[in-house]
């Protein structure tokens, strides 16, 4: 009769001290920064190289608070001189290479008629919350440099479209022009935030490497 009575006390035991056990160990600190696996990284740098795209790697940083850099590049040649870009973690440098290839480059020939000279970056890396929002403690992806805002774009022809001046532009080949490239980076980012969105985003694309499929 023992034997039978045993073994849920046994299970009870085990049960306790696996709670205690648990209790005990320290929460992961809230102000770390996510980092990508390694082979993630690995496989990503081996894509960049396979797209003859030149980089430098970074070192790895955590300057605490969210903030730091991981699996981090330096984009070096893309094929477009892109200005004002910093620090880009891989997964969004190699979707943002892709776009700015083999979306915004042809958009710009085949529907404004002269070819794509450079592209103007606002940035990517900086160590802030997410602006635009109600929610004030929430890390932005620009935190992890996982993020990059893009302000306009220069033609061989002269002509400098910016997302401040254009978004509403009565030209309908600069407003087909735009709406191709945003929707192009909605089917390539996880997170596509244009003026459509809100206010803070009136001057710029936020294209974020996020897995999200969030586009605005």
Known sequence: ???YLRFPCVL?????????GSRERPAPPRDTIAKPAARETAQCLADLRAMNVAYRVLPETDNGNGCGLSGTVQLVEIGVPVTGLGAVRCGEARAFSGWIRNAVAPAAYQILGSELVSVQ???????RNVIGSKRTDRRSGHAIANAIDIGGVTLKDGRRLTVLNDWTSPDPQVQRFLTTIHDSACRRFGTVLSPAYNAA???????EDDGA???R
């Open 1 to 3: 009769m023992y034997r």
């Open 12 to 20: 009870s035991a085990l049960a306790f001290l696996a709670a205690c």
């Open 121 to 127: 970056s606002m940035g990517s890396y900086a160590c």
């Open 201 to 207: 985003h009136r001057n710029h694309l936020h294209l």
């Open 213 to 215: 499929r969030f586009c």
